[in-house]
């Protein structure tokens, strides 16, 4: 019993505390993603029926697709690999002269594929640093403390699905004491969507410097967006601009899932109506409206990842237990954290699959804070 005692603490440590089925699990969702990947543009067509129609079509997409991501060189190598594994199967042991005299085909094609997977990881290794450097760019992007406005609290969080994400949330100083509020989700995952909410980082400081108003801000967000090229830029934005004195808030929403105002009588009022997100066509008409942000009101802002989190049967975490828990009481860092606990409990281990990002802003303090 030591010894296997011994094995099991050493398979812990090598799989930071997994247990046999979650390896098995990440290990199928890595299979699926990976054949995925590299049968894009040869699963058109649907596979043949039975089980050796099946292993052969899928042999020859996962063949295919691996040699076409591998550059000229290795895809040469990968192929004389092949070659000597298929050797060494029917048994033609090189021990005559040449390069393979005395050489078993086998132990050199594992050589090859060894070789192989160290130069392709290299290269992994290689991007994740550079992914990592833009990460922490992207990062910088978004504020790391909220404002400090008098009678008014926040509390915001954002989880990346992937090294880099979409989602993007901001608070910028818009004249007069006023606030611009942001919270928006670019089309796709990882360094495409980076890119489209790093123009849409730069063209919202411009905008609310020339005129904060939403109206304007988004047409001008619209266009920059439009015109940096492509169907792929486009944005999902909420646009809040408060003016903390009187706590007047007018806004414009393009496609976001609509914030949640909870009025102090525990009322919840949706901010926003139907539209297209931007950077779609050239001109935008969001929906436009003005509430007034009174005392004891709270305000939560979201990207789709919130009521799109997922559990492990693939339920979604959806917007009425969103709702319920903003409805429930408690100024910004109450709901918040209670909102966070909620999705952790909900999706228990099930993995992320969206960027999540979650701000909420209270005015006045309630009693149960």
Known sequence: MGRLDDIRHTFRDLTEGLDVKDVHGSFRRDTVRAYGVLGRGRLDRPEPRGFFGRWWFRTQVLFLGLSSKLSPPRRLLFLVCIALTLWGLVDLPGDGVGPLAGRSPLGLAVAGLVLLLALELADRVLVRDELEVARELQRELMPARAPELDGYSFAFSYRTANTIG????????????????????????????????????????????????????????????????????FMTLFYGLLDPASGRLDYACSGHPYPLLRRADGVVVELGAGSLPLGLRPGVEPAQGSELFSPGDLLVMYTDGVPETLDGAGNAFGFDRLGNEAAAGGAAPVVHARILSALERFAASAPLVDDRSLLIISRGRERDA
């Open 166 to 233: 979409g989602d993007y949330y901001d608070f910028l100083p818009a004249g007069d004491g006023r606030l611009g509020l942001i919270v928006g989700d670019a089309s796709g995952h990882g360094i495409a969507a980076g890119l489209v909410m790093a123009i849409a980082h730069s063209a919202l400081r411009v905008a609310i410097d020339l005129d904060p108003s939403p109206a304007a801000v988004m047409d001008l967000v619209n266009r920059a967006l439009y015109r940096s090229g492509g169907p792929r830029a």
